[in-house]
């Protein structure tokens, strides 16, 4: 079992460019969180997925930000038009049903320069 | 006011000493997670709590629901032990984790 997958570990994007972020959960979790981890801050929630449904998303910025978790594949954290201050950590997280078993990811760590 | 507070803020220890970490939060939880994360590195879930104590080889969790305070202690601290603590909980209602802002710990040789 290996655990939550996130890739890239690193992402370096222009300005304006797109980044997209992907997150493979732990085998049998069909729930996946997505997390931000700006520089000096601590984490806060982004948005809560099950598959091919956005359950929460009240901590996603309002433009630009967007997610996905289909039926098939990794869920995607996709972020248009990046700014500098979209530069941080993202980590996905994901559960079964019932939350026991929680498990973080890597983390992917954005610049954007 | 954040919904979960923690302190210290930050810490340093000389290797062996005993440590402990405090966690108070101000929401109902359906549980409390103790979180590791080295520099520059991912995030290691210690301990999941509703109740009581945990200990897993140096380290202990305990919470006390009616006073809304967990601490994490590490017996026998060793320099790998340096990392930032997080405290985060999941509400008894909504999806969401709320965390403290961590505690970076120093254990000097």
């Known amino acids: 079992n290996a655990g939550v997958m996130q890739n890239p570990r690193h992402l370096v994007r222009r300005r304006g460019q797109e980044a997209r972020l992907r997150c493979s959960p732990m085998k049998g979790h069909s729930h996946v969180y997505w997390y931000r981890q700006l520089p000096e801050e601590g984490l806060k929630f982004m948005v809560y997925l099950q598959k091919e449904n956005i359950i929460d998303e009240s901590g996603m910025p309002k433009e630009r930000f967007s997610a996905e978790f289909p039926k098939e594949g990794p869920s995607i954290l996709r972020i248009q038009q990046v700014v500098r201050g979209d530069s941080a950590a993202y980590f996905c997280?994901?559960?079964?049903?019932?939350?026991?078993?929680?498990?973080f990811g890597s983390g992917t760590r954005l610049t954007v320069v | 006011k954040n919904e979960v507070e923690q302190s210290p803020q930050n810490l340093t220890a000389q290797e062996g000493e005993f440590i402990t970490i405090n966690c108070s939060y101000s929401v109902g939880i359906s549980a409390l997670h103790w979180l590791q994360q080295h520099p520059g590195g991912g995030i290691v879930s210690l301990f999941m709590l509703s109740s009581g104590k945990k200990k897993h080889g140096r380290l202990i969790a305990t919470i006390n629901i009616q006073e809304k305070h967990s601490s994490l202690h590490i017996t026998a601290s060793h320099p790998r032990d340096s990392a930032v603590y997080i405290c985060?909980?999941?509400?008894?209602?909504?999806?969401?984790?709320?965390f403290g802002t961590g505690t970076s710990l120093t254990v000097i040789p």
């Open positions: 997280a994901s559960s079964p049903l019932g939350g026991a078993g929680y498990t």
């Open positions: 985060a909980v999941s509400q008894n209602t909504g999806n969401q984790f709320y």
